[in-house]
């Protein structure tokens, strides 16, 4: 998986980069070989040690604390880069003098092998958000900010602190959270073109483990955190927030055959309200750039 990923990243037509691999394994295996290998052909890869076993995380990190470049490109082992991402991403990037994340859309390989791609819709090429209005988006379900490889991320503010944190009790989420440290700090772009391939065929995943019951509550536990930086905005309440997204569970349920496990869930959500909130979601989904509850300010047409 590993070399596919830094196979997308030699072969884009941006040249102007260099590659960090971050490596914690107790022992150099075959990978850091193959690294190794490139490495001697291409200076602009660097290949780096992180003693002890810090898993995505810490390799993450320690790979962005070496980082040189204005921006940042997290690209995980089991994903790939469209040949045109960089140099697309770069050119929303100067854009925007705020801008903390670029995020770019995706085609997804799900644990069956089916390949689901994110529809642009009717939105803008390119659009942007401040970093509070980007958490009101998120705390209402209205942006669904996506993994590390969709985003592109700026040097200055990861050097300044923004790392990828730990959290007892939120395991598969623990990106949101990074990334709501970066809002803190600046805007985010978002550019609505597929640039990157995100995996999870053939593999277990951080959130395949984690099951349906602890994603669903890890979502409803990143309200909590979401609260503080919106409430200035008069959001709805962190209780309607998760009676929908607890609705949006029993539609999630009733998806995949589960009726009567989706039926169970939706009764216990009473308020009409909370019921308009979720048909708001459902419209964004099936409709992506109408519906939208938070306003996004169009940079390219």
Not at 15 to 42: C, F, H, K, Y
Not at 155 to 170: C, D, E, Q, W
Not at 217 to 243: A, G, K, M, T, Y
Request: proline share 4%; charged share 25%.
């Amino acid at each position: 998986m590993l070399r596919r990923a830094v196979e997308s990243v030699l072969a884009q037509r941006f040249q102007e980069w260099e590659l960090i691999v971050s490596d914690d394994e107790a022992e150099p295996g075959e990978a850091w070989t193959s690294m190794a290998n490139i490495a001697s052909r291409d200076r602009r890869v660097r290949i780096v040690t992180n003693a002890g076993t810090h898993g995505q995380a810490g390799n993450t990190n320690n790979a962005m604390s070496l980082a040189r470049g204005e921006w940042i490109k997290p690209l995980h082992d089991d994903d790939e880069m469209e040949a045109d991402c960089l140099g697309a991403m770069l050119d929303a990037a100067r854009r925007s003098d705020s801008a903390a994340i670029v995020q770019c859309l995706t085609r997804k390989i799900d644990d069956r092998g089916r390949r689901r791609d994110d529809t642009p819709g009717r939105r803008a090429r390119i659009e942007e958000m401040t970093g509070r209005s980007a958490c009101l988006s998120m705390y209402l379900q209205d942006l669904d900010i996506g993994v590390p490889t969709q985003m592109l991320v700026r040097t200055k503010y990861v050097h300044a602190g923004a790392l990828f944190p730990t959290h007892r009790a939120i395991t598969t989420a623990i990106d949101v959270l990074w990334y709501i440290d970066l809002l803190a700090r600046g805007g985010l772009v978002l550019l609505n073109e597929r640039l990157v391939v995100h995996r999870r065929d053939g593999h277990a995943t951080a959130t395949s483990e984690l099951g349906e019951a602890g994603f669903f509550s890890e979502c409803e536990l990143l309200r909590d955190v979401l609260l503080p930086i919106v409430e200035q905005d008069h959001p709805p309440s962190v209780e309607s927030v998760r009676q929908m997204l607890r609705l949006i569970r029993a539609g999630w349920n009733v998806h995949r055959g589960r009726v009567f496990r989706g039926l169970a869930i939706a009764v216990t959500c009473w308020n009409p309200f909370v019921w308009w909130l979720a048909a708001r979601w459902a419209a964004r989904r099936a409709f992506p750039g109408m519906f939208e509850a938070v306003p996004r300010r169009v940079l390219a047409r």
